[in-house]
C-alpha cells in the first residue's frame, strides 16, 4: 500500500453499514440498520432504520416503550447480552442520554419503522450518489451477508441483488448450507478476496499448529504476515478500479485489522496466542477511540470509519517503516485487550455460543450430542491454546468444568431436564463466575517458565508466562491422544467470526466445499 493508494482510500466516497440483530443464531431477527456516508472527510449522509420483529405475542397495540424494551430485549437469544443492551446508555453531545432498545421502542410507538428492502434500497441510492466510485465499509461481511442473503433466499427482502448490480466483482457462486437455506449466496466479497483468504487461513493454520507443537514459529509467523497484507493491498487495487469504473468496491474492516495484528506478531508486539483475538469493534473502539461499541447501527457505523481511518494510517507507516517497526496503535491494542481481559473473555463467549447454536439447531438434545458439538467445534480450532497461561484462565480446566456444568441438566439416560434456556443461563452464569484454581495456576505457570526456550521467536519480548505447553497437554474434554493426532481442524470461521463475536458463531464457511481448509 502506497501513499497514493492510502490517500485513494481516505478522499474516496466510503459507506460503512451496520445491522443490528437479536443474536447470531438462524432464528434471530434484525431490528435495526444504519450507515454512515463521507467523502474526502466531509459527511454526506447518516441514516438509521428500526423494523418490525416477530414475537410470541402481538405488540402492535402496546405504547408503553417500556413494555416494547422488554420484549426487544427478551427476543434477543442471548439474555445476558439482552440485558446488557436494555440497561446500556449512550452519551450524545455529553448532555443527553438514550438508549438503543428504547429508539426502537420509540419508532414502534410513534409508527416510524420501516422494512430491511426500504433500508437497502436507502443503501443503494447512497452508493450510487458519486461517479467516482464507492466504498461500501464492513466489519465481518460474513454477518452482513449472510443476514441479507437468508433473508432474501426466505423472500423477506426484495431488493438484495439489485444492490449488487454496481459492486466491482461478483461474490461466490451460491452454494448449499443447511442451516440458512439453499441456495446460500454470498454475494458482498469478490471471489478474488476469497481466494486470498484462503492462503492466509492454511499460513494461519500452519503458524498455530507449530506454536501448539512448541515448534519455532519465526518463518510461519512472516508468512502469514504477508499472506494477510497481500489481502490489503488487493483491496487498494479494488479501490483504485472502482474509482476509475464508477463502481463499489466492498471492504472488510477485520481484514485491515488482522493485517495490523499480523504486523505485531512478526514485530513481537503481539504474543501468537492472541493472533485470532482482537478485531472486535469494542475492543478497537475503546484503544483507538475511547469509548465502547454501543451496538447501535448508526453509532458502529461511524465507529467502522473512525477506526478504518486510524488502521489505514498505521498500515501506511508500517510499509513505510518495515517489519521491525514497532507500532503505537498495536501497543495500545495489546494494552486494551489485556485490560478487558480478552483471551479469557472470548474463550468463555465462544463456549456459550456452541451450546446455544446446538439447541437452535438440533430438534432432538441430549448429552451425547452436546458433547459432541462442544468436542468437534472446540477442542479442534482451539487446540493450539490448551496449554497456554493467560489471564490466570486455564482452557482446559475452564472446558471441562463447562461440560460438567452442562451435565447436570441431563439426567440418567442422557435426556435434557428441564429446558435448554435454563440450561444455557446457568452455563452464562457460570462462566462468568469462573476461576481456575490457584494451585493448579501456579503449577501450569511453573511448566511454562521450563518451556520458555521452546519458542525462538521474541521469547524475551513475550515472557515465559506466555509459553505454550502444548505438547503434553490433554484435549479439552479428554479422549485417546493417539485419536487426537488425526484431527484436523479449521480456522476459518476463527478468523473471520471469532474476533468479531467472540464466539464460533456459524461457521458455514466449515461447511462450504468452496472454501474448507482441509
Do not use: C
Not at 146 to 163: N, Q, T, W
Amino acid at each position: 500500500m502506497n501513499n497514493d493508494a492510502l490517500d485513494l482510500l481516505r478522499k474516496m466516497h466510503t459507506v460503512s453499514i451496520d445491522l443490528e440483530t437479536t443474536g447470531i443464531q438462524p432464528s434471530d431477527q434484525i431490528w435495526s440498520g444504519g450507515f454512515y456516508s463521507v467523502k474526502d472527510g466531509a459527511v454526506l449522509n447518516q441514516h438509521q432504520s428500526f423494523f418490525d420483529i416477530k414475537t410470541p405475542n402481538s405488540y402492535s397495540n402496546l405504547t408503553s416503550e417500556t413494555d416494547l424494551v422488554d420484549i426487544l430485549e427478551k427476543a434477543h437469544s442471548s439474555a445476558s447480552f439482552g440485558a446488557k443492551q436494555a440497561g446500556k446508555g449512550l452519551t450524545v453531545d455529553g448532555n443527553q442520554t438514550t438508549n438503543v432498545l428504547k429508539d426502537w421502542a420509540k419508532a414502534v410507538t410513534q409508527g416510524e419503522t420501516s422494512s430491511v428492502s426500504s433500508y437497502v434500497s436507502n443503501l443503494n441510492k447512497e452508493l450510487s450518489t458519486s461517479k467516482e466510485g464507492s466504498i461500501l465499509l464492513l466489519q465481518n461481511v460474513n454477518f452482513e451477508d449472510r443476514v441479507l442473503s437468508s433473508l432474501y433466499a426466505k423472500g423477506g427482502i426484495d431488493s438484495f441483488p439489485s444492490f449488487t448490480g454496481n459492486l466491482l466483482d461478483k461474490g461466490l457462486p451460491a452454494s448449499s448450507d443447511p442451516r440458512y437455506g439453499e441456495p446460500f449466496q454470498r454475494y458482498l466479497l469478490p471471489k478474488d478476496i476469497y481466494d486470498l483468504r484462503a492462503k492466509q487461513t492454511g499460513d494461519l493454520r500452519s503458524t498455530l499448529e507449530a506454536f501448539g507443537k512448541g515448534s519455532n514459529i519465526e518463518g510461519h509467523l512472516h508468512q502469514y504476515y504477508k499472506s494477510s497484507m497481500d489481502i490489503v493491498d488487493k483491496y487498494t487495487a479494488n479501490a483504485a478500479r472502482a474509482s476509475a469504473e464508477g463502481k463499489v468496491a466492498v471492504m472488510d474492516l477485520m481484514d485491515f485489522t488482522k493485517a495490523l495484528y499480523a504486523h505485531g506478531a512478526v514485530s513481537g508486539q503481539v504474543k501468537p496466542e492472541m493472533l485470532t483475538f482482537g478485531s472486535k469493534v469494542d475492543t478497537l473502539a475503546r484503544a483507538i477511540l475511547g469509548t465502547d461499541e454501543i451496538h447501535d447501527a448508526l453509532s458502529d457505523s461511524k465507529q467502522q470509519q473512525e477506526i478504518f481511518k486510524e488502521v489505514t494510517e498505521e498500515l501506511q507507516a508500517i510499509r513505510r517503516n518495515g517489519v521491525g517497526y514497532q507500532s503505537p496503535l498495536v501497543d495500545k491494542l495489546v494494552k486494551q485487550m489485556e485490560k478487558d481481559k480478552t483471551f479469557s473473555t472470548q474463550l468463555k463467549e465462544r463456549h456459550i455460543s456452541v451450546a446455544r447454536e446446538y439447541f437452535e439447531t438440533n430438534s432432538e438434545i441430549n448429552r451425547e450430542g452436546f458433547n459432541k458439538a462442544l468436542e468437534s467445534r472446540l477442542s479442534n480450532s482451539n487446540r493450539h491454546l490448551l496449554g497456554v497461561v493467560k489471564e490466570d484462565f486455564n482452557l482446559a480446566d475452564f472446558s471441562k468444568k463447562f461440560k460438567g456444568e452442562a451435565d447436570k441438566f441431563f439426567d440418567e439416560t442422557g435426556n435434557l431436564k428441564g429446558s435448554a434456556e435454563e440450561l444455557v443461563d446457568h452455563l452464562e452464569t457460570f462462566s462468568k463466575g469462573y476461576k481456575v484454581d490457584s494451585t493448579d495456576l501456579i503449577k501450569q505457570k511453573l511448566n511454562a517458565n521450563k518451556l520458555e526456550s521452546i519458542l525462538s521467536h521474541r521469547a524475551t519480548k513475550w515472557g515465559a508466562g506466555a509459553v505454550a505447553v502444548g505438547l503434553g497437554a490433554s484435549m479439552m474434554f479428554g479422549g485417546d491422544r493417539e485419536a487426537q493426532k488425526e484431527v484436523k481442524y479449521n480456522t476459518y470461521d476463527e478468523v473471520y467470526n471469532n474476533q468479531y463475536y467472540g464466539s464460533a458463531f456459524a461457521d458455514w464457511q466449515n461447511r462450504n466445499n468452496s472454501h474448507k481448509m482441509q
